[in-house]
């Protein structure tokens, strides 16, 4: 039973125009979510996180929202860059827990010049 | 600072041989996880070491799976007997200590088990 999930295993942007990604998660223990990003033959980077005790969070280009209501979750890259295409994926956790992630399968950005 | 690092960055194994997965977190960091992603999968999580504490083995898959951490700070992942299901990245991650949720990911050992 997947606890993350990530429903578009890919996503096709043009550049200049905004992404956005998107999350689910079934678990309401979770209070704490990260977004990485994984290039091929790399690990997964860190990219941007949210509290539960917020709703917004923003960081350059890079957009995280919180619906806690939906238990939903999106990125937003805007504007996008062909540099930005890699895999995306969501994770969740209860903070101060041991603290391993719960990831989503990925969506696979590809931002076409 | 150096980052978390893995090795070998590939392994190809026969079915049925031993193989060890080497990752040196962060130094400093108390708490290291492992994890492993098969193809089209998410990150599935294997085990955690926290300090000096006994490590929460849930994640493992079989008994063929173990791994320790010596010294609190290199790990090793050992399969014992692959099996062609084996077959996957394996990705090692540290944080500063326990709770803490940002992790911080080596770049993964390949494993291709023919």
């Known amino acids: 039973d997947q606890q993350v999930k990530q429903n578009s295993p890919s996503l096709s942007v043009q550049e200049g125009r905004i992404s956005i990604l998107n999350c689910d998660y079934t678990?309401?223990?979770?209070?704490?979510f990260l977004w990485y990003k994984k290039y091929p033959a790399e690990g997964p980077t860190f990219l941007i996180s949210?509290?539960?005790?917020?709703d917004k969070n923003e960081d350059g280009r890079f957009t995280v929202f919180l619906n806690k209501s939906a238990k939903h979750l999106s990125l937003h890259i805007v504007p996008s860059q062909p540099g930005d295409s890699a895999v995306y994926f969501c994770?969740?956790?209860?903070?101060?827990?041991?603290?391993?992630?719960?990831f989503g399968k990925g969506t696979k950005l590809s931002v076409k010049p | 600072g150096a980052g978390v690092s893995q090795s070998p960055s590939n392994k190809v194994t026969e079915k049925g041989k031993d193989v060890e997965l080497r990752c040196d977190p962060i130094?400093?960091?108390?708490?290291l996880y492992w994890y492993r992603q098969s193809l089209g999968q998410g990150l599935e999580f294997l085990i955690y070491?926290?300090?000096?504490?006994?490590?929460?083995k849930s994640g493992l898959p079989s008994d063929r799976f173990s791994a320790e951490r010596t010294g609190g700070s290199v790990s090793t992942l050992t399969i014992q007997r692959t099996q062609q299901e084996d077959s996957a990245v394996y990705l090692c991650?540290?944080?500063?200590?326990?709770?803490?949720?940002?992790?911080?990911f080596g770049p993964g050992t390949r494993l291709t088990v023919t």
């Open positions: 991650a540290s944080t500063r200590d326990r709770g803490d949720p940002l992790q911080y």
């Open positions: 678990n309401s223990m979770f209070d704490y």
């Open positions: 949210i509290s539960s005790i917020k």
């Open positions: 994770a969740a956790s209860v903070v101060g827990s041991q603290g391993n992630l719960i």
């Open positions: 130094s400093g960091h108390t708490a």
């Open positions: 070491f926290q300090g000096n504490s006994a490590p929460d």
